[in-house]
């Protein structure tokens, strides 16, 4: 797995990381599905653990803010230069900053947003850590991808907020249909995520995808490990590496939606 030694270009994902209220069951869960081993990370802003798959850090898993109850879910991080600018930036186009920017002591600086649609995602300003260190291998990271009722304007947004570049038939222009179906956003001269119609009335999300060997042996684990299926195996998808475009049309095996024993959904797609 190669290692990230460098700040990824900005409007990159580089970290997803869980919020949960039970940090020891999701440490039992995800190192099961996974081969996940923990060590401590920052706790500015309470209980963390980063997870290691191969000895190479792929994500965090954090204990929830407030009382039990709170929602438990996964939160997609981008890689940005100034955290503080690009925070602006979300606000002077219409969203909303919910946390921060803040210091997480000196593994970097971050805020947690959200789009137009509520759909939230994270802002990382790595300085000593740097985000993920290894994507597309079973045990890390797969492909980003943001579902949405309104792809025109999402992708609007995110070119401003993010992006170098917006790709597809949802990229913002004069007399753009509101049926369009999805984009990519490129940084750094690579597709980085896809922009998606959501499924019914789904509240907008940031899907956190996994890459595994095995899509349907990973599904039955999660079931056997408290957790359910949402989805049954779908279309192949790009992953993180960007390989072959980033959407269910692109390159990759099978997609399972997964939701964890907390409820925490998650989706997992069979490496090539």
Request: charged share 20%; aromatic share 6%; glycine share 16%.
């Given at each position: 797995?190669?290692?990230?030694?460098?700040?990824?270009?900005?409007?990159?994902?580089?970290?997803?990381?869980?919020?949960?209220?039970?940090l020891?069951?999701?440490?039992?869960?995800?190192?099961r599905?996974?081969?996940?081993?923990?060590?401590?990370?920052?706790?500015?802003?309470?209980?963390?653990?980063?997870?290691?798959?191969?000895?190479?850090?792929?994500?965090?898993?954090?204990?929830?803010?407030?009382?039990?109850?709170?929602?438990v879910?996964?939160?997609?991080?981008?890689?940005?230069?100034?955290?503080?600018e690009?925070?602006?930036?979300?606000?002077?186009?219409?969203?909303?900053?919910?946390?921060?920017?803040?210091?997480?002591g000196?593994?970097?600086?971050?805020?947690?947003?959200?789009?137009?649609?509520?759909?939230?995602?994270?802002?990382?300003?790595?300085?000593e850590h740097?985000?993920?260190?290894?994507?597309?291998?079973?045990g890390?990271?797969?492909?980003?991808?943001?579902?949405?009722?309104?792809?025109?304007?999402a992708?609007?947004?995110?070119r401003?907020?993010?992006?170098?570049?917006?790709?597809?038939?949802?990229?913002?222009?004069?007399?753009?249909?509101?049926?369009?179906?999805?984009?990519?956003l490129?940084?750094?001269?690579?597709?980085?995520?896809?922009?998606?119609?959501?499924?019914?009335?789904?509240?907008?999300?940031?899907?956190?995808?996994?890459?595994?060997?095995d899509?349907?042996?990973?599904?039955?684990?999660?079931?056997?490990?408290?957790?359910?299926?949402?989805?049954?195996?779908g279309p192949?998808?790009?992953?993180?590496?960007?390989?072959?475009?980033?959407?269910?049309?692109?390159?990759g095996?099978?997609?399972?939606?997964?939701?964890?024993?907390?409820?925490?959904?998650?989706?997992?797609?069979?490496?090539?």
């Amino acid at each position: 797995m190669p290692a990230v030694t460098l700040r990824l270009a900005q409007g990159s994902p580089c970290w997803t990381s869980l919020l949960t209220d039970d940090l020891e069951g999701a440490r039992a869960f995800y190192g099961r599905l996974f081969d996940w081993e923990f060590s401590p990370g920052p706790d500015r802003l309470g209980r963390y653990v980063r997870a290691r798959a191969g000895g190479a850090l792929v994500a965090g898993l954090g204990v929830s803010p407030g009382a039990p109850g709170h929602p438990v879910g996964w939160t997609t991080y981008f890689s940005v230069d100034h955290a503080d600018e690009v925070s602006q930036r979300v606000r002077e186009c219409g969203g909303t900053v919910a946390v921060g920017p803040v210091q997480a002591g000196r593994a970097g600086r971050l805020a947690i947003v959200a789009d137009l649609a509520g759909a939230a995602f994270g802002l990382w300003q790595g300085e000593e850590h740097l985000g993920w260190e290894a994507a597309g291998e079973p045990g890390t990271p797969g492909r980003t991808e943001l579902l949405t009722c309104e792809p025109p304007v999402a992708a609007a947004f995110y070119r401003a907020v993010l992006a170098e570049e917006v790709r597809g038939p949802a990229a913002p222009g004069p007399g753009t249909p509101d049926t369009a179906e999805g984009c990519e956003l490129l940084a750094g001269g690579r597709t980085v995520a896809r922009i998606r119609r959501g499924e019914g009335p789904a509240p907008a999300r940031w899907r956190t995808c996994f890459t595994v060997a095995d899509a349907a042996r990973t599904a039955a684990l999660a079931v056997r490990s408290g957790g359910r299926v949402v989805t049954s195996p779908g279309p192949p998808a790009a992953d993180a590496t960007g390989r072959g475009g980033a959407g269910d049309d692109g390159a990759g095996g099978p997609v399972v939606h997964l939701a964890d024993p907390r409820g925490g959904l998650f989706s997992v797609v069979e490496a090539d």
